[in-house]
Structure formats: structure tokens, C-alpha cells
């Protein structure tokens, strides 16, 4: 990792995703990468799409390897990094409509599928596990002892074990927003 960058947009990635790939590499005083790592999901559906289709066109445009990462994976592998960490966790991601989505870590790995849930189902899986981990944990109404209130941030793919990176196509938990006109 030679330079990050982090930045909470909410909306308007197609248009701030492109300058800010140039500043960081201008910043970083890269011309090619030699791989790209992406965040596949879960997450909104168009920032997915938009994320993929950039990392795609990069790859292609730079010769270079991409490859597709959860975001829970993120948020466990910088948890886990943490003094006092615990061996296992639930990481909760924000999933707007006032559900999360959840899923069970280990240091060695995944431990279940992500789920979408409403916060206190989260809240009881936290409990039951004992530490939660995500930019949900603040839409949990009770939480267990250990806590770590990040979401998922590019810098912890230096903390990525192998069996984490998974193939660059969208991980979608339920369906979009967007319903066929009739």
C-alpha cells in the first residue's frame, strides 16, 4: 500500500470515482497499478455497479489483475488487527431501509452467509457472538462487549488473507430499489 484515500459520499459516485482514482495516483506517483482490488458488496446497488465497472475498465485500460472483495471482509480483517481483538465477531454494514446486513467472522474466516436483517435480530446475533464490528453498530439497539464502529475502508486490503478475495461480480443480498414500471 503506497497511498489511501477515504471518503464518505453518498451519492454521486460515477462522478467523483474517476478524479479521485487520478488524485490518489498522481499523490502516490503511480502510473500502473499492478492489481486493483475491489469492493464487490453488499452495498447500494449502484455504487456496486459503479465501483465494478471502474475497477473492469482500469484493469483493462492498465494491463493490471482485479480482484472482488466483500466489504464485511474489510471491516473483519481491520477489526481483527486491533490490540484486544476478539477471535471471533459479527460484522454489521448499514444497509439502509432500517436493515443491516450481518455476518459471522473468525480470524480464519467467514462463519455463514451475509444476511439482511432488522438491527434487533443484529443485535441478538451480536450478543450470542459477543463483539460486532461495522458501520451498523450504530443502528443496533443493544451491543455486546467488544465493539468497532468502522465501515469497510480500501487500506485493510493489506490485512486480506487469501481465501477472502473472491471473483469481481456484484454480491447482492436482496433485490434493487427499482421496480419495472407497469
Request: with cysteine; net charge neutral.
Amino acid at each position: 500500500m503506497v497511498a489511501a484515500w477515504h471518503e464518505e459520499i453518498g451519492r454521486g459516485h460515477a462522478e467523483r470515482l474517476i478524479p479521485m482514482v487520478a488524485d490518489l495516483m498522481a499523490t502516490a506517483a503511480v502510473t500502473r497499478p499492478s492489481r486493483i482490488v475491489v469492493d464487490v458488496g453488499p452495498g447500494s446497488f449502484t455504487g456496486v455497479r459503479v465501483g465494478l465497472a471502474a475497477a473492469r475498465a482500469f484493469a483493462l485500460a492498465w494491463g493490471c489483475a482485479v480482484d472482488g472483495v466483500g466489504g464485511d471482509a474489510l471491516v473483519a480483517r481491520a477489526a481483527f488487527a486491533l490490540p484486544g481483538a476478539p477471535d471471533r465477531l459479527l460484522v454489521v454494514l448499514d444497509a439502509l431501509r432500517g436493515e443491516v446486513f450481518a455476518r459471522a467472522w473468525s480470524r480464519a474466516g467467514p462463519a455463514g452467509p451475509t444476511i439482511a436483517l432488522d438491527p434487533a435480530a443484529a443485535a441478538a446475533m451480536a450478543t450470542g457472538i459477543g463483539a460486532v464490528a461495522g458501520n451498523g453498530v450504530a443502528l443496533l439497539p443493544a451491543l455486546p462487549g467488544w465493539t468497532d464502529a468502522r465501515g469497510a475502508d480500501a487500506r485493510a486490503a493489506a490485512l486480506l488473507q487469501p481465501g477472502d478475495r473472491v471473483p469481481a461480480a456484484p454480491l447482492y443480498i436482496r433485490a434493487p430499489d427499482a421496480k419495472p414500471q407497469v
